[in-house]
């Protein structure tokens, strides 16, 4: 590790034509300063990873390409955050990587401080947000309530940290050896072992345009964050089970203490309530089960996770 190492720094981009060119400056200045400090060698470069964008940052990429320090990847089609970090992180060849949003909502000052970490002998370095402040209420309760529920089902992963990271050649080398097909980066780094650390940082506001999570993609994410490590969800559904065995019996008994007290049975309500009561509690089984099967399809199809369309520099 003595040698100055080659740092590639991934950025997955998904509409993201507000922010790239405003990333490539403030990347492009830290990574001068690094070289210049002999931290990095001087072929170290960013790699905009296009995934499926229908605006035009594909267009601002191969501009940006006349730089040397900046290379492109553009994906066939859109294929998610996940997807589109891991062909960055395959299809590149460098000592280090660090994978960043385009927003550059992390800190990009703690970049330093992360290789410095690399050279300590760390081959995982964690960008750690100190707190929460720039998500809203409800992204911050709902991000607070899932770490805790996946740490409870058993799924390994490090609190507040989501894609910032830096990880070695070695750790890229394993990634791109995994067969899995429903691959969760973030856990599946957690889970490897090796040496690992945290850095920790505030993190700020988007600079420009959209998010592309909305709730209903974070919460997918959430669900594949659990499934893709965790078949406690399954055990689940006999906990489940065995309570609604026991209000069956509670209900029995009641039933025949009021034949015999009053000579009827109040029905409809009791019913109605079991009725829906069991059918949904049958329902949520099948699609915990459903969740599993459809991992299951997926991975036997052996689809790529990724096609790579074009590639710059
Ligand atoms: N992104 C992507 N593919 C997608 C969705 C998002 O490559 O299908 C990228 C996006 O361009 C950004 C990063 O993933 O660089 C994180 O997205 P965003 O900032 O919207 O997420 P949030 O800050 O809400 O976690
Ligand atoms: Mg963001």
Not at 239 to 255: N, T
């Amino acid at each position: 590790m003595s040698e100055i190492p080659v740092l590639a720094i991934i950025v997955p981009c998904y509409n993201e034509e507000d922010v790239i060119e405003k990333a490539f400056f403030e990347l492009s200045f830290i990574i001068q300063a690094l070289i210049k400090n002999q931290r990095i060698s001087p072929q170290s470069y960013i790699c905009f990873v296009d995934d499926g964008s229908n605006d035009k940052s594909w267009e601002i990429i191969i501009k940006l390409s006349k730089n040397k320090e900046v290379k492109g990847l553009k994906l066939s089609r859109n294929f998610g955050h996940q997807a589109a970090q891991l062909a960055g992180l395959i299809q590149n060849q460098a000592d280090i990587f660090i994978t960043i949003d385009a927003d550059l909502q992390d800190d990009i000052n703690i970049i330093d401080e992360m290789i410095k970490k690399y050279s300590e002998g760390f081959e995982i370095v964690y960008g750690v947000r100190n707190n929460r402040n720039s998500d809203g209420f409800i992204k911050r309760i709902l991000a607070q309530s899932y770490y805790r529920l996946a740490k409870s089902l058993g799924v390994e992963g490090i609190y507040n940290n989501a894609d910032f990271r830096l990880i070695s050649k070695k750790i890229v080398l394993i990634i791109s050896e995994l067969k899995e097909y429903n691959i969760y980066l973030r856990g599946i780094i957690s889970n490897l072992g090796f040496k690992s650390c945290c850095v920790y940082y505030s993190r700020k506001k988007r600079i420009a345009g959209i998010p592309k999570y909305n709730i209903f993609s974070s919460l997918n994410l959430a669900i594949d964050g659990i499934t893709s490590f965790s078949i406690q969800p399954l055990h689940f559904i006999t906990l489940l089970s065995f309570l609604c065995f026991l209000i069956a019996i509670i209900m029995s008994i009641y039933c025949i203490v009021v034949y015999f007290e009053k000579e009827i049975i109040p029905g409809w309500a009791s019913l109605f309530i079991s009725l829906y009561f069991l059918g949904g509690i049958q329902l949520f089984s099948i699609e915990i089960i459903g969740e599993y099967i459809g991992k299951i399809y997926k991975e036997t199809k052996q689809r790529p996770k990724f096609i790579v369309e074009a590639q710059i520099n």
